[in-house]
């Protein structure tokens, strides 16, 4: 028995605001002394009040760092409440109101949004399904060309593209070559987020955190990221990070898809939760489901059987079934096909299509599964409310939630990114979705729309964006909108098309943050929490210092967001350098890399949560995979920095 109960998620968020006004309420009269703490050049730090504003920013931090870390509610909802509490706050965090918008304007969030329809652009010219069709024509049946290839070119693609369009390109594609091969796709998944991640490191447009990373430190120590400020350190850490991958790292991954099966039963396989009803010309009428199961030889996990009569849950499945009764049940596909040939017997997707009218096709018999990609449109809706029969002509009819067990009806649940959904549609279905910013096709899909010409062309634009940021005629956020500006007029994107290619979660999210970044600054708590920090680390040597800084930055990546440990740790990182009388940039350096190389979860990152799904992976494969990779870099990445830029 499963009982519906009212999810806390809601009513977290919304006590959310007042914990934080009852804090700031409570400590309105706190004015403490903090004893100074001593290293190299602590003169100007020999104490430090622990103000009001101090504790109720700090207060703010560790609650959003929490809801960062359960999301309760989408992440980008919980950033775009930022601003409107600091304005709440403002008698002890000293923002106006224009700064605590400041988010909005901001250029880092201006040249993000742009360098993502660029980047939209490019992804719709074909150019890395063009790249993806020749590593299947020239790899063959090896496994390490297959690496190589796929870590080496997604790696370059994402340092001029964002990397998710890469990943969610290169993610089917990997599923078909493997499926030619007799390979496992578990090998080369991670791998590929991995790389992708590692290569959006390379130039300053190669991920969104690099952007606001240069923007924070701007404002902090007035030197802001050249175009190739940091690509030769890139390419160490790209360097170093895929030749792990490809010596040591995918062979700790394990088969999760074996090699030895098909697409079809190891992308079905179990844990698909689906519903059917039973119509009252069915000869099942009367009779029990254990029977019903043992009659048929069906291999299947009832849920829940919900009586037609009161919709209440059945006691037990040895109850006699009545028309209209409906059956939440986990099976694989071949089961699943099983059931619908077993008469009076409806998928519940159907049942609901007939309702309203809607005529399914003859020609329905493809099996399709799309995987729901991270910050879509599709996250926080249920299948009812979601258009694939308008809009693909399909009929979605089952979830899988990773090895998670669902306990609901599936029109109940609220699809998350990795989500797999099964759908029934025809031939025509494939290019329809394949063409979706919101789902990944996990199928063979046409690669007969790669347009070469336009490949040029907005490849040539790219090239543009970047000769004139890196010669200094344009500031990067004016070219990336000249590039916006060109792709339109020049028919490479289509006006309506800019909106969908727009990563609106990022774009709220940096919002979000940067005024969080100045209230950190303002209320002087990065400041005190560097006295606090170096109270502990004044005595270690400067190079250990910079690599705790990595690991920890890495560290906290993991657990919320990249663009959030940025604005988090960058003050503290640049006041720990300043008074250890060492180069600040080299901290900006190495907390800007590790916040883009969080390797130890799938929510460390939003590739690695594009492939949890598609791969078969479970939460430890990225820890057994990830840890050596994330210690090597913290390694390599410090003694690089003080080898390019010294401390």
Known sequence: MFLNRQKPSKTIFHIFICIILILGILVSTIDTPVFAATGKNMESLKSKTLTSGIVVILALVLVLMLLFFLEPVPLDIIAISIPVILIILKPWTNLTVAESLSGFSNKATLTVLAMFIVSGAVRKSGLVKMISNLIIKNTGNNTFKQLSFIAVLSGILSAFLNNTPVVAIFTPMIITMTRRTKSSPSKLLIPLSYASMMGGMLTLIGTSTNILASDVSDRLIGQPFSMFEFTQLGIVVFFFGVLYLVIIGHRLLPERISSDQSLTKEYFADNF??????????????????????????????????????????????????????????????????????????????????????????????????????????????????????????????????????????????????????????????????????????????????????????LSILAGVIVLAVMGILPIVLSAFLGVVLMVTTGCIKPPEIYEYVNWQTIFLLAGLIPLGLALEKTGAAEYLTIQLLNVIKDLPNLVILGIFYLFTATVTNIISNNASVILMLPIAVGIAEQLGVNPFAFVIAVTFAASTAFLTPMGYQTNLMVYSSGGYKFKDYFLVGAPLQILLAIVTPIFIAVFWGL
């Open 273 to 458: 939760l689906t519903e059917i009803v039973i119509r009252k010309e069915s000869s099942l009428i009367g009779s029990s489901i254990d029977k019903i199961l043992e009659k048929n030889d069906l291999d299947i996990e009832v849920v829940q059987l919900i009586s037609s009569k009161d919709e209440t849950p059945a006691t037990s499945i040895s109850k006699p079934l009545e028309a209209e009764d409906r059956i939440i049940l986990r099976t694989d596909l071949d089961n699943l096909q099983s059931i619908r040939k077993i008469d009076g017997v409806r998928l519940l997707a159907e049942v609901k299509a007939e309702e309203k009218a809607m005529e399914i096709s003859n020609d329905w018999d493809k099996y399709i599964e799309v995987v729901v990609l991270p910050a879509s449109i599709v996250e926080g809706q249920t299948l009812d409310h979601l258009g694939f029969f308008k809009d693909y002509q399909a009929l979605a009819f089952a979830v899988r939630r990773g090895n998670k067990l669902i306990h609901k009806s599936i029109s109940e649940i609220k699809l998350k990114a990795g989500d797999r959904i099964l759908l029934l549609g025809s031939s025509n279905t494939y290019k329809m979705i394949s063409k979706s910013k919101n789902l990944i096709v996990i199928a063979e899909v046409e690669s007969d729309d790669v347009n070469y010409s336009k490949i040029i062309l907005t």
